[in-house]
């Protein structure tokens, strides 16, 4: 009923910029907070940014002044912009939300597909 995409993801070199976008789309009555993860080859998946539906951000200190989470509430759709990037933010970038459904009234948190970045040095 809830599925979220995501997209932008690719090949940079170092120093270089990506945007990914995630659209949340189905019965979704109202979208809580919203978050970027990403999981590298042979790591734990882990959180990056997180912002809420007040557009409150939380940031892992890592990409801290890098990379800016955004969500524009209007199209159920979440933002990273990432500058500077690493070959260390090589990884698979999830998006997550917790989504309000018509169906239930009840939250519950969803997930992406993911969308591959790879940093080159």
């Known amino acids: 009923q809830v599925q979220l995409v995501e997209s932008g993801g690719g090949l940079v070199q170092a120093g270089g910029s990506l945007r990914l976008s995630c659209v949340a789309s189905g019965s979704i009555f109202s979208i809580r907070a919203m978050g970027w993860y990403r999981q590298a080859p042979g790591k734990q998946r882990e959180l990056v940014a997180v912002?809420?539906?007040?557009?409150?951000?939380t940031y892992v200190d890592s990409v801290k002044g890098r990379f800016t989470i955004s969500r524009d509430n209007a199209k159920n759709t979440m933002y990273l912009q990432m500058n500077s990037l690493k070959p260390e933010d090589t990884a698979v970038y999830y998006c997550n939300a917790d989504i309000r459904t018509v169906v239930t009234g009840r939250p519950s948190v969803y997930w992406g597909q993911g969308t591959q970045v790879t940093v080159s040095s």
């Open positions: 912002i809420t539906s007040g557009g409150s951000r």
